[in-house]
């Protein structure tokens, strides 16, 4: 625990992420929780659902939302140095979301596509020639190049990104999990990567180029980010963007992998592969959950919410709802959303907080995927280990034997 005297992690959020057993399978668990009613309140007060009816409707409503200074209380009890829109509501969201979302266009993800397809035939080439973990030589390089690309970050700086990025990934989980070093490591990420981004930017200014920092430097219509803002906008592009990428690539192969008749599928239809990468998205999300804030008081599902009162949305609980997806909710079916009319997951959101990065986590993960299984492929471990990270769900490695 981070701050002592605190109630334990179960007392607040109605289980244990620390337990090993709910790090391999943390849907076992949800099952429990969804089993004691649509929403349920913790020890210490927290709402918690495993609902898809009730997550869907809380990320739509807009009297939920991210308290004003920052703090949630048991969740998150010191405010970030830099917010980014992620956590903000209108009209400060609606401001930064719409000048970001310029800038960041489903076009420009589009033009990627063949960088993307050369780089995982070059991350992929060593695999020939022994073992290989896909999350260190694949998953992870392969968003950070892109991602380093399109800001404009110098080749030789994109090493220094992966402990800024470990760090800042494993401080979106809630302060209370997280040991006093990590804290403070997550602190001096913030720090030295907004240094390093404040003179990119001044640079940027000054000469723009072709590349995503130039264009976030720029103004529209008399309106620009400020400095805050755009430095609190590249640590979401590197942390939301990349670590879902990360997790995308880990977890699908690996649910492929134990799943030879979905795999046997996977390969035989390359053309389906962007349908595929959403039964992958359902089945095991990069994001968990995440919480939101009553910003008055509230009726949900009948229950008085208290305006400040914190509703846990269990996103990967969510997505396996049997009264919304009958059809064997806990199994891979990449057939799945061949059907128009199945819901959409939540992997990404819904509302004004869907995740803007989402089309280009879809053609990396999609691109590394068919990749990766054009090569003969077998797991070389039957336990992966995980990673410390909570919110964030994805392997620490994953080891694979491919077969020239």
Request: hydrophobic share 45%; proline share 7%.
């Amino acid at each position: 625990m981070a701050t002592t005297g605190m109630p334990g992690a179960r007392a607040i959020l109605g289980f244990d992420p620390s337990d090993a057993a709910f790090r391999a399978d943390p849907y076992a668990e949800y099952r429990r929780l969804a089993e004691a009613g649509t929403l349920t309140r913790t020890e210490v007060g927290l709402w918690v659902t495993a609902s898809y009816r009730l997550c869907e409707s809380v990320l739509r409503d807009q009297r939920f939302g991210h308290r004003p200074d920052g703090r949630d209380g048991a969740w998150r009890r010191s405010a970030g140095a830099r917010r980014s829109f992620l956590t903000m509501d209108p009209p400060d969201h609606t401001r930064l979301r719409r000048l970001v979302g310029r800038a960041f266009t489903p076009r420009l993800v589009e033009r990627l596509r063949p960088r993307v397809e050369e780089l995982v035939d070059d991350l992929l080439a060593p695999a020939a020639h022994g073992p290989f973990d896909l999350i260190g030589e694949l998953a992870y390089p392969l968003p950070v190049i892109i991602i380093s690309e399109l800001l404009g970050v110098p080749a030789e700086d994109r090493e220094r990104f992966r402990g800024w990025s470990d760090a800042l990934a494993r401080g979106l989980d809630p302060d209370f999990l997280l040991p006093a070093d990590d804290l403070a490591r997550r602190e001096e990420a913030r720090e030295e990567f907004a240094g390093y981004f404040r003179d990119l930017a001044a640079r940027r200014r000054a000469e723009p180029r072709d590349d995503l920092l130039s264009a976030l430097t720029a103004s529209y219509d008399g309106e620009a980010l400020t400095e805050a803002e755009l430095l609190a906008t590249c640590v979401l592009l590197l942390v939301a963007g990349h670590e879902t990428t990360v997790n995308l690539i880990g977890n699908g192969a690996l649910a492929l992998l134990r799943n030879p008749e979905q795999l046997a599928r996977f390969r035989a239809r390359p053309e389906r592969t962007a349908v595929a990468v959403e039964e992958l998205l359902r089945y095991d999300p990069p994001v968990q959950f995440t919480v939101r804030a009553a910003l008055e008081d509230v009726e949900l599902d009948g229950t008085p919410i208290r305006e400040g009162e914190l509703v846990l949305l269990l996103i990967g609980a969510a997505n396996r709802d049997p009264s919304v997806f009958p059809e064997r909710p806990g199994e891979l079916d990449l057939a799945r959303y061949e059907n128009a009319e199945t819901a959409r997951h939540l992997a990404f959101g819904l509302g004004i907080h869907y995740c803007l990065g989402a089309p280009l986590a879809r053609l990396e993960g999609g691109v590394a995927l068919r990749g990766l299984f054009e090569r003969d492929v077998e797991l070389a471990t039957a336990a992966p280990s995980y990673r410390d990270n909570v919110v964030l769900r994805g392997l620490a490695a994953l080891p694979l034997a491919i077969r020239a």
